[in-house]
Nanobody
Framework: QVQLVESGGGLVQAGGSLTLSCAAS????????MGWFRQAPGKERRFVAG????????DYADSVKGRFTISRDDHANTSYLRMNSLKPEDTAVYYC?????????????????WGQGTQVTVSS
């Protein structure tokens, strides 16, 4: 199973930027698709972005398109979520997760491994 550890969260003013990192380790960590989700207090965990193991396919939630960029560096076993033009509504705990089937990328229940989450707070 793949183990995941997120980092890079913090407090930022609206309009600012943050880059989240997700370090992967464990068996076959280089051939899994990666997803980022977020969960605000009292709300369900929602898909933010995903990238295939090869990096050839990328998908974003409409709410972050044009502002967030997902990428991965398999040499470093790390995926990234660059977040620009942050808004207060982006405030949430952000999680990275490993996925076997790209078809299921929007469904949190289909992910096999999750990180512990990192808090992102955007002040107005």
């Amino acid at each position: 199973q793949v183990q995941l550890v997120e980092s890079g969260g913090g407090l930022v003013q609206a309009g600012g930027s943050l880059t989240l990192s997700c370090a992967a380790s464990g068996r076959t960590s280089s051939n899994v698709h990666m997803g980022w989700f977020r969960q605000a207090p009292g709300k369900e965990r929602r898909f933010v972005a995903g990238i295939t193991w090869s990096g050839s396919n990328i998908d974003y939630a409409d709410s972050v398109k044009g502002r967030f960029t997902i990428s991965r560096d398999d040499h470093a076993n790390t995926s990234y979520l660059r977040m620009n033009s942050l808004k207060p509504e982006d405030t949430a705990v952000y999680y990275c997760a490993a996925l076997r089937s790209w078809f299921d990328r929007w469904n949190a229940r289909e992910y096999e491994s999750w990180g512990q989450g990192t808090q992102v707070t955007v002040s107005s």
